[in-house]
Each structure stands twice: as structure tokens, then as C-alpha cells.
């Protein structure tokens, strides 16, 4: 799936401009595009794409389906053009693509591929939705303006939104996620977007919420990160946009389906009213926490969210998203995702979603031998630690902060890339929010 939707996208990225371009779709065709080094061809005025689906390629009763979904998909993905409204003269782009045409054989379900293109028409513009937003620099794209940007989706789209502000996260008690907040003038907020109506569970039995980190710059506080690369830390964001524009993809494919989407946004930067290391701070759920490292400040967003989804909007399944942890990189590399859960049954099921979606997500234990690490003298549990299992211990601290079936994502190594892929252009990947949407569908379910 993965391939296929790879081979698409960097067609598209090849051959925009071509009035005309008809590929046949199998696995020497896949292979050969991408092998292919041919530089993009640019011309001006509109492009059609077309894609004829050969009847070896779809045995499989759903093979035309699947095919059609992730053709849509890699299309309109390898359509995005990274710098497109970020510099003040546009560079020459390939032409847009104004038709995709595809063709399967006779005797394929029409109608079902029909509507799989419909469905993925609309997944992908999420993606597109997603890695445009995520790309914003911290300047033009504060804590406020995440909050902005979500309520005008929610409009267009029917979801509600909640925006919970600094002095309402004081006064609830949301110790972590101030303390994060604290040295920087743009104030902290928490987002909420929601739909379906309230207490309301979907048709699985569920009151799923997705919980996104959306740190819009991370200097990495008083426990300062080197200078080098910093800049990429504008997409410290990406949790929350995947979140925030999962549900509203969920809500233009299935209107009024119960959905919660909570983005803590903030800013973690060394001022002078900086939270310093050695710091108590109580946590929304009551636990005393000692920042130890300002430089994992995620899983303390991210636990007061947890906790608030649960506690608030009475969620029955927690997923989080986050680019937590360096190691995650240096462990699974640029493409492939980390997880870990409470619950094995929820963690398959985000696995079987991952899979449908085209996205690779491979688990870690929370191993209890490593719970020692987090003790300390002066609260219940410190935030950090030695670099010993640290990415096993950023999923035993954000485990303290849930009681129902829970998983955590760790996109730090898949949600943006630094170099230009055939499939790919630079900037946000828009990594987990088509696995959350299967999710929600009910994707991961086994049938």
C-alpha cells in the first residue's frame, strides 16, 4: 500500500505538466517509477493524469478498490509543492493537476471504486491540510493562531471548538502545561474540537480522543537545545495539526460521528519567567512532577491533556500523537513511527488502521523494570533522566496520567523530512493523520 501510494505521488511529482500521461499500474510499472530518474517536467496551463488498472493487478475482489484509494491518495499528495506561499516570488512549479482519470477493468465493483476515490480524495486533502499547516514558521503561527486556524475549520467542516485559555488552565489546575508555557509572551491554550453530540459514542462503543502535541516552537526552555538545525523545531506542532485535521476529515466522511480532538499548544522558550530545572509542579490529575529536563516538555503537555480528555469529555480511548522523543528517531529512523499502549486489543486495532493507511508504526514495552528511573526525592515521579530506555520511560510517564485504553505515537523521525524525496517535497510529512482517521473509522477493527 505504502508503494503504491509512493509510486503515485512521485508520478504525479515527475510528470505534472504533461497534457496527457497514461501508466499502466502493475508491479514492473510500480517498480520502474520508481526507479525512474527522470527531473520533473514543468509547462504551463492545467495537466490530466491518467492510470488504467490491469486485470492481473486486481484478482482480489477488493484489489481495484485499494488500488483506486491509494492512486487518489499518492496523486494528490505528490501534487503538494513545499514553498508554495512561503516566498515573496513563486519559483516556477510543475502544473497543477485539474483531472485524474483512472481506469479499471470490466467486471470491477464501479460503484465501490467510485466511492473509495471520493474517500480518498478527501483523506488526502487532509494531508495536504495537514503538512500546509504544519509547515507555518513560529511567528506566524503562535499558540493562538493553531486556535484560530482550528475554530475556522470547525466552522466549515461542523465540528464545535473549545478554547481554553492560560488563565482557565491556571485555575483548573493544569500544572504542566503552564509551567511549560511560562517563558514565553505568546500565552499557552488548549484546543478542542468535537462532533457528534455530547456523551455520545460512535458506532464501535467508543468515545475516542485524539490528543495532539502542539509545541509551536521549541528552544528546548532553560535546558537549551544546540543551535544547530533549531529552526526545524517549528514543526514541534505536528501532533496537533494531525489531531485537528483528523477530525475534520473524519467529520466531512461521516457527519455527526462522536470525535474529540485536544491540542495543547504552547510555546517552550527560556525567558525570564522560564519554569527551571529542579521545579515542583501538580499535574491537572493532582501528581506532584519534577521538571528535571525543560527539554521534555511534551509528555507534560500532553499528560494535563491526556487527563482532560478523560476526565472532561468522559473519553473511552485515548490516542496521543507527538514528535517526543529524539531517540524514537535514532532508534526507528526517518520511516518508521513508535508506539506503545495500556491496552493490547487498542493497539492492534491502531495497528490494523496504520496498515490500512499506508503508515509503519512498530511498538515498544512499557517495561516496569525502568519505573525506578523516574523516582525522586521532592515529588511523585520526575519528568526525565538518563538517556538509559528514555524512550520506554516518555511512555511510563504519559501512562500516569490515564485509566482507560490508551496508545501513544511517537512521529518524532516520520513527521517532516530535511531532503527532497522523489514521493515527497521537504517540510511536514502529515505523518499519523490518515491512521488516525482509520482509526476513528473504524479501520482497525478485525472483520
Not at 544546540?226 to 457527519?255: S, W, Y
Request: aromatic share 6%; charged share 20%.
Amino acid at each position: 500500500r505504502q508503494e503504491l501510494q509512493r509510486w503515485a505521488a512521485a508520478a504525479t511529482r515527475r510528470l505534472a505538466g504533461r497534457k496527457v500521461t497514461r501508466l499502466a499500474i502493475d508491479a514492473t510499472g510500480i517498480v520502474a517509477a520508481l526507479a525512474s530518474t527522470s527531473p520533473a517536467l514543468r509547462a504551463e496551463g492545467g495537466a490530466s493524469f491518467g492510470a488504467g488498472l490491469s486485470a492481473s493487478a486486481t484478482k482480489q475482489s477488493d484489489a481495484a478498490v485499494i488500488a483506486v484509494d491509494f492512486i487518489v491518495r499518492g496523486v494528490i499528495d505528490g501534487s503538494f509543492h513545499e514553498g508554495v506561499g512561503g516566498k515573496s516570488v513563486i519559483e516556477a512549479q510543475p502544473a497543477a493537476l485539474t483531472m485524474l482519470e483512472i481506469i479499471v477493468p470490466s467486471g470491477s465493483d464501479l460503484a465501490a471504486a467510485q466511492e473509495g476515490a471520493r474517500r480518498a480524495e478527501i483523506i488526502a486533502s487532509g494531508v495536504v491540510r495537514t503538512r500546509r499547516w504544519s509547515n507555518y514558521p513560529a511567528n506566524e503561527m503562535p499558540p493562538l493562531g493553531i486556535a484560530e486556524e482550528a475554530r475556522d475549520r470547525a466552522r466549515a467542516v461542523g465540528l464545535r471548538a473549545t478554547i481554553i485559555t492560560a488563565a482557565q488552565l491556571q485555575r483548573m489546575g493544569a500544572g504542566m502545561l503552564v509551567a511549560v508555557g511560562k517563558g514565553s509572551k505568546n500565552p499557552p491554550c488548549l484546543v478542542v474540537l468535537s462532533g457528534g453530540k455530547p456523551g455520545a459514542k460512535d458506532p464501535l462503543g467508543r468515545r475516542l480522543a485524539m490528543i495532539g502535541k502542539g509545541v509551536c516552537f521549541d528552544t528546548g526552555g532553560i535546558s537549551l537545545k544546540p543551535p544547530a538545525e533549531m529552526e526545524e523545531m517549528k514543526h514541534d506542532k505536528n501532533g496537533a495539526i494531525a489531531v485537528l485535521e483528523a477530525a475534520a476529515t473524519i467529520a466531512q466522511l461521516d457527519p455527526g460521528r462522536p470525535i474529540h480532538a485536544v491540542a495543547a499548544c504552547v510555546e517552550n522558550m527560556p525567558g525570564g519567567n522560564a519554569t527551571r530545572p529542579g521545579d515542583v509542579v501538580t499535574a491537572l490529575n493532582g501528581k506532584r512532577v519534577e521538571i528535571t529536563n525543560t527539554d521534555a516538555e511534551g509528555r507534560l503537555i500532553l499528560g494535563d491533556a491526556l487527563h482532560y480528555a478523560e476526565r472532561e469529555l468522559g473519553a473511552t480511548h485515548l490516542v496521543d500523537v507527538a514528535t517526543l522523543t529524539g531517540i524514537a528517531y535514532a532508534a526507528y529512523g526517518g520511516e518508521i513511527a513508535a508506539t506503545c499502549g495500556t491496552d493490547a486489543g487498542f493497539l492492534d486495532e491502531f495497528h490494523l488502521a496504520a496498515r490500512r493507511a499506508g503508515e509503519v508504526y512498530w511498538p515498544y514495552p512499557l517495561a516496569e523494570a525502568y519505573v525506578k528511573n523516574m523516582s525522586t526525592w521532592s515529588a511523585d515521579f520526575q519528568n526525565s533522566g538518563s538517556r538509559e530506555a528514555s524512550l520506554v520511560r516518555s511512555g511510563l510517564f504519559l501512562r500516569e496520567f490515564v485509566t482507560v485504553p490508551w496508545v501513544h505515537l511517537d512521529i518524532a523521525g516520520t513527521a517532516y523530512r530535511r531532503s527532497v524525496a522523489p514521493f515527497a517535497g521537504r517540510g511536514s510529512t502529515g505523518a499519523a493523520h490518515t491512521s488516525l482517521v482509520e482509526l476513528a473509522m473504524g479501520g482497525g477493527v478485525r472483520r
